[in-house]
């Protein structure tokens, strides 16, 4: 099954909405990787159960991974599901992030036992591999110092080390951090971004500086970084009002980015369309202007996304 409109080679207008799910309808928290070997771009997605008639918010409990690809990024095939040989149906799913490292997929994802009606209950970040991002093992369980950590996102440090920025629901929903050497072994390394709750952030560079984006449920905040350690907070945040385009009329939220050389990048969000259950992912340009990440939602822009261009993290050779 393949979703998203088509579209004559001439007209490289960013398709809106660029992927629903066809099973449930309601795609959330996406990822965009480039695989080289297959030369197939590959979305990773929450897939909330929409259109279940589950009380209370179970129907955002029970979730798999989704996962489509494409041959330009812009129209997807649903390939199924995604995750480890442990995985249970009757388990919950959320926020994969997923990038590659000398060769090798890694997926860091959050898990939580069983189906909830609330919120409430523990959870945990876990990390599987691949050599094909379609047979996943998995490796561990991540050392968060927290029994409530859930939306990794990871990106390497100036000195080498990778560090996995996350929400922790223990401690006023704030984002911290942990380091690794390898991708492997993880020790806590504290708050990040704190002052306000927020979640889903993804972390990326971009203009000659480093931004972490987080959903902060009225629009996206936008941190802006020179070291990946000390965070300064941009007062406008992104996507806090209604798009015109299709499906886009709701705010944005938990987003990642795809960054398409030195001065550009991708943001892939969702949306609520009508307020309801159901979801739709959607794209829009980044860039930076006057020292600020800047975002607009209803401008039209040329998206076919250049694996040339891309980040070696997320499969591209830039």
């Known amino acids: 099954m393949t979703t998203g409109p088509a579209s004559s080679p001439d007209d490289l207008r960013a398709p809106a909405p660029l992927f629903t799910d066809p099973v449930f309808d309601g795609p959330t928290d996406p990822t ?27 129907w955002v409990h029970g979730t798999d991974i989704g996962h489509a690809t494409s041959p330009d990024g812009r129209e997807w095939t649903y390939v199924g599901t995604a995750a480890g ?19 090798r997929w890694h997926m860091y994802v959050t898990y939580l036992e069983g189906i909830r009606e609330d919120w409430s209950g523990p959870a945990e970040i876990r990390h599987y591999t691949s050599a094909d991002l379609d047979t996943w093992k998995y490796e561990s369980t991540i050392d968060a110092d927290s029994e409530r950590a859930i939306d990794a996102t990871v ?12 929400k922790d629901e223990r401690r006023e ?15 806590p390394a504290g708050p990040a971004v704190t ?7 993804t972390v990326f560079a971009l203009g000659g500086v480093y931004w972490m984006v987080t959903d902060g449920w009225a629009g996206l905040l936008v941190h802006r970084s020179t070291d990946l350690e000390h965070w300064h ?52 340009r980044l860039h930076v202007r006057d020292g600020w990440l800047q975002c607009d939602r209803d401008e039209p822009f040329d998206y076919l996304p250049d694996p040339a261009k891309a980040a070696p993290m997320r499969g591209g050779t830039a």
Not at 157 to 166: A, Y
Not at 173 to 187: E, R, V
Not at 256 to 264: F, I, K, S
């Open 32 to 58: 965009v990787v480039y695989d080289p070997d297959s030369a197939l771009w590959h979305l990773f997605y929450t897939q909330r159960r929409a259109s279940a008639a589950d009380a209370g918010v179970a």
């Open 85 to 103: 040989p442990d995985c249970d149906n009757r388990d919950t799913w959320w926020a994969p992030e997923v990038l590659r490292h000398d060769g």
């Open 155 to 166: 990106h390497r440090l100036p000195n080498g080390k990778w560090r996995m920025w996350f």
């Open 173 to 187: 929903s704030h984002i911290y951090a942990a380091d690794s050497d390898d991708l492997y072994s993880w020790t």
């Open 195 to 201: 002052g306000q709750a927020q979640e889903g952030p």
């Open 233 to 284: 907070r941009q007062p406008v945040p992104l996507l806090a009002g209604p798009g015109r385009r299709a499906f886009d009329e709701a705010l944005g939220h938990h987003a990642m980015a795809l960054t398409q050389g030195p001065d550009e990048a991708f943001l892939y969000y969702f949306t609520h369309p009508g307020g309801g259950r159901r979801s739709t992912v959607q794209v829009a």
